[in-house]
């Protein structure tokens, strides 16, 4: 057998095409080095993998966010705290309301692909199309298996929660998929809408009230004020 044939026995996807760029003086050392990129090698292949099955819309990173003081945060969490993503662990929600193009979905996405580089299995999704796909789900039978697909999810991701009024039949569907997650998901919501104004989205006043309460139940609030960051680039192009 083989060097190739035994990593492949071994399940060791990647020793046989970098062993030999590593150098040999001790053969411990050169092990353990050995190892450990095999180790980086799978943690990368798995980021990429749940990266895809996040399904962001763009490829966002929290280093390239320009933080400022136009984002406003709670008294008990900063930006740093908020980057460890030990929220996500404690299933706390984090809720992220203003204007259109202030950066909220950036770092929404930025979150979610750190998410993925530590492991945690994250979906994406805008609201409204999230809100369809129930809808055919229930028309088709498909309901619960749609909301099994979710048991080993640690992260949804609910962009653009307001920009468009939900019929009946998808707002009491979000509603108990939502409910489904309380205090077993961490939930990430855009919204340009403040809480207030939510009824605009779900016509029922007590759903309404019913699903903001289950939202912002653990939840950190991120008001983010301010010029859109695409006008002020457009603007500034034209000068």
């Known amino acids: ?13 990647h020793v046989s095409d970098i062993y030999s760029d590593i150098p040999c003086e001790d053969p411990t050392q050169f092990l353990k080095t050995l190892f450990q990129k095999e180790l980086q090698l799978r943690e990368g ?17 929290l280093s390239s ?15 740093k705290e908020l980057c460890t993503l030990n929220f996500i662990a404690r299933k706390e929600n984090l809720i992220l309301t203003g204007a259109p193009g202030t950066g909220k979905t950036h770092l929404a996405t930025g979150i979610g692909y750190e998410a993925c580089k530590q492991g945690l299995e994250v979906r994406f999704y805008r609201v409204s199309d999230l809100a369809d796909v129930l ?26 929660m307001g920009y468009v009024p939900f019929n009946k039949e998808g707002a009491e569907l979000l509603f108990q998929l939502i409910s489904d997650w309380y205090e077993q998901k961490s939930l990430i919501i855009t919204s340009n809408l403040e809480f207030s104004q939510w009824n605009r989205v779900f016509s029922d006043s007590r759903l ?27 603007l500034s192009r034209h000068k």
């Open 1 to 13: 057998m083989d060097l190739k044939e035994m990593c492949k026995t071994l399940r060791l996807a």
């Open 45 to 61: 292949a798995k980021a990429e993998r749940l990266v895809k099955k996040a399904r962001f819309l763009q490829k966002k990173s």
């Open 65 to 79: 966010f320009q933080w400022s003081e136009q984002i406003h945060f709670p008294s008990h969490i900063d930006s």
């Open 135 to 160: 809808e055919r789900a229930w028309s088709e039978g498909k309901l619960s298996q749609l909301r099994n697909r979710f048991k080993s999810v640690d992260l949804i991701i609910l962009d653009e």
């Open 208 to 234: 309404t009230a019913a699903l903001v309460d289950r939202v912002i139940h653990h939840a950190h609030i991120l008001n983010f004020t301010g010029d859109s960051f695409r006008v002020t680039n457009a």
